[in-house]
Nanobody
Framework: VQLQASGGGLVQAGDSLRLSCANP????????VGWFRQAPGKEREFVAT????????QYAESVKGRFTISQDRASSTVYLQMSSLKPEDTAVYYC?????????????????WGQGTQVTVSS
């Protein structure tokens, strides 16, 4: 399973950014896809996940109401729309495909990982 994350960048607090996670070959079309992030010196943490058909979404408390995860099955791409960004959102963001159609927030349930994309939010 190949995943390609993109869309990171340097923004100011309050700005928006959209991350993309492409799945060439559609090898994860029946899997949940999640977004995780890792800030310097911190452990990787769950951000959001969407089930294989988009019917179930789950968010970390820290991003609820600001981030939205969605999928475009036609292009086999999962998006993370991030709004009202804060400096504490600064991290490397990773997308991952889960073992099952809905995989929850536990990183160990996601065996397939893409490369990270850096998001930096300045104050």
């Amino acid at each position: 399973v190949q995943l390609q994350a993109s869309g990171g960048g340097l923004v100011q607090a309050g700005d928006s950014l959209r991350l993309s996670c492409a799945n060439p070959g559609r090898t994860a079309s029946n899997n949940a896809v999640g977004w995780f992030r890792q800030a310097p010196g911190k452990e990787r943490e769950f951000v959001a996940t969407v089930s294989w058909n988009g019917g179930i979404t789950q968010y970390a408390e820290s991003v609820k109401g600001r981030f939205t995860i969605s999928q475009d099955r036609a292009s086999s791409t999962v998006y993370l729309q991030m709004s009202s960004l804060k400096p504490e959102d600064t991290a490397v963001y990773y997308c991952a495909a889960g073992l099952r159609s809905a995989s929850g927030s536990d990183p160990s349930m996601y065996p397939y990982w893409g490369q990270g994309t850096q998001v930096t939010v300045s104050s």
